[in-house]
């Protein structure tokens, strides 16, 4: 929604395999999170990118979990050897005060 | 911390009738509070927020919140609900200074025909 594009929408994966997730942001908006949101569950902050700082990746569950952010826009979150508790929907989203969110990618491990 | 609590995990209502779905937060200092909605397999959308100024605020959709400081709620309204108000509703807080929100389990919404 709002502009934010996130791919793929659905993602099947063996365990142990790595999977990408790329998100690309409305223009102009510097800043870029990453929520995950398992059944069941709210949503889970993972990683916040604001312009050229830091990101605050204090959300990321374990170091199989890491993100970057490329010249200020698109965003890649990478999964590597995945577990089935990895499956759930990860959302992006950019803005301001509000945030506005793309439609997800739902990630399922097998 | 900030933290949001949505006590309620399923509210089910009549169609034509006044739906409340409630939320009460903890957070340092003055709260941002907003409200968004979730439609099966869609993303969030936002619906509405408070940041300063009247206590009582209006958004899409018909739905409205009113900020209580006293009672850390910031409840969510709408006078007469309809079947396509059944969704899966969040309430998020995020503290003046805090880069992250936080948000509640959500509730799930059933408006009934």
């Known amino acids: 929604g709002a502009g934010v594009s996130q791919s793929p929408s659905n993602k099947v994966t063996e365990k142990g395999k790595d999977v990408e997730l790329r998100c690309d942001p409305i223009?102009?908006?510097?800043?870029l999170y990453w929520y995950r949101q398992s059944l069941g569950q709210g949503l889970e902050f993972l990683i916040y990118f604001q312009g050229n700082s830091a990101p605050d990746k204090s959300g990321l569950p374990s170091d199989r979990f890491s993100a970057e952010r490329t010249g200020g826009s698109v965003s890649t979150l990478t999964i590597q050897r995945t577990q089935q508790e990895d499956s759930a929907v990860y959302l992006c989203?950019?803005?301001?005060?509000?945030?506005?969110f793309g439609e997800g990618s739902r990630l399922t491990v097998l | 911390a900030q933290s949001v609590a949505q006590p309620e995990d399923q509210v089910n209502v009549a169609e034509g009738n006044p739906l409340t779905v409630k939320c009460t937060y903890s957070v340092s200092g003055n709260p941002y509070l907003f409200w968004y909605v979730q439609y099966p397999n869609r993303g969030l959308q936002f619906l509405l927020k408070y940041i300063t100024g009247d206590n009582l605020v209006k958004g899409s959709y018909g739905f409205e919140a009113e900020f209580n400081k006293s009672q850390t709620s910031f409840h969510l309204k709408k006078p007469s609900a309809l079947v396509s108000d059944s969704a899966l509703y969040f309430c998020?807080?995020?503290?003046?200074?805090?880069?992250?929100?936080?948000f509640g389990k959500g509730n799930q919404v059933v408006v009934i025909p």
């Open positions: 989203a950019t803005g301001g005060r509000e945030l506005f």
């Open positions: 998020a807080v995020r503290g003046y200074g805090n880069n992250r929100l936080a």
């Open positions: 223009s102009g908006h510097t800043a």
